[in-house]
């Protein structure tokens, strides 16, 4: 089976302070791990994916397979980044791709 | 050119009554999802087609039931709503080689 955990519901942080949402997640397979953004009645929309090893908006996520986890940081905080983060699962092969969601995290970013 | 279009966008319904979303998608994929997000924001696969064929059902109860016309479409039939059903769901759908979903705007559905 798998499953994704963000421990935090609500993160609160300043502009221009560092953020990091928490992503760990189980799986027996290797899996493929993204994050999702959602911004204030917006459509859910890819923001990063391990593989690509990209830097989108500033943020970057880390696969650490050691600790099963994939972090999403980001070194100074924006008003725009304000929205709800999703960590997504999805087996690498079969299943369908079907993606495991794990239940977020609002970030909100204070003047 | 809306890329994963859903309607409708609200939909408000008494107890009991049945009704549908319905989702279309413009990229050329051949894979669909149905997603619930509940009220506390947790989103939850239901269903994925893949060439008009069902190949993920998660645990949702048979009042729910997803229809796929051809590759572009497919639609959430809901039969005797329930209180319970009260959430936003979420269409999408992925190419074949990339395991990206794209989203559809969501409808809100609320039973009263």
């Known amino acids: 089976a798998q499953r994704v955990t963000q421990p935090e519901k609500l993160l609160s942080v300043f502009k221009g302070a560092p953020v990091e949402l928490k992503c760990n997640y189980s799986?027996?397979?290797?899996?493929?791990l993204f994050w999702y953004v959602q911004y204030s009645r917006q459509r859910l929309q890819l923001l990063l994916r391990?593989?690509s090893r990209e830097s989108i908006k500033g943020f970057t996520a880390d696969l650490n397979k050691g600790e099963t986890s994939f972090h999403l940081k980001k070194p100074f905080a924006q008003e725009e980044d304000s929205a709800m983060y999703y960590c997504?699962?999805?087996?690498?092969?079969?299943?369908?791709?079907?993606?495991?969601f794990g239940t977020g995290t609002q970030l909100k970013v204070e003047l | 050119d809306t890329a994963v279009s859903q309607t409708p966008k609200y939909l408000v319904t008494q107890m009991g009554n049945d009704k549908s979303i319905k989702c279309e998608q413009n990229?050329?994929?051949?894979?669909m999802y149905w997603y619930k997000q509940d009220s506390k924001k947790f989103l939850k696969i239901m269903f994925s087609?893949?060439?008009?064929?069902?190949?993920i059902n998660e645990t949702v109860p048979n009042r729910f039931s997803p229809k796929s016309p051809d590759k572009a479409h497919l639609n959430l039939h809901i039969n005797s709503l329930e209180l319970g059903d009260s959430a936003v769901y979420f269409c999408?759908?992925?190419?074949?080689?990339?395991?990206?979903?794209?989203f559809g705007p969501g409808t809100r559905l609320t039973v009263t």
């Open positions: 999408a759908s992925k190419g074949p080689g990339s395991p990206e979903q794209y």
């Open positions: 799986y027996s397979g290797s899996p493929e």
């Open positions: 391990h593989i």
């Open positions: 997504a699962l999805s087996p690498r092969e079969g299943g369908g791709n079907k993606l495991t």
């Open positions: 990229l050329g994929h051949d894979t």
């Open positions: 087609y893949n060439n008009k064929e069902l190949i």
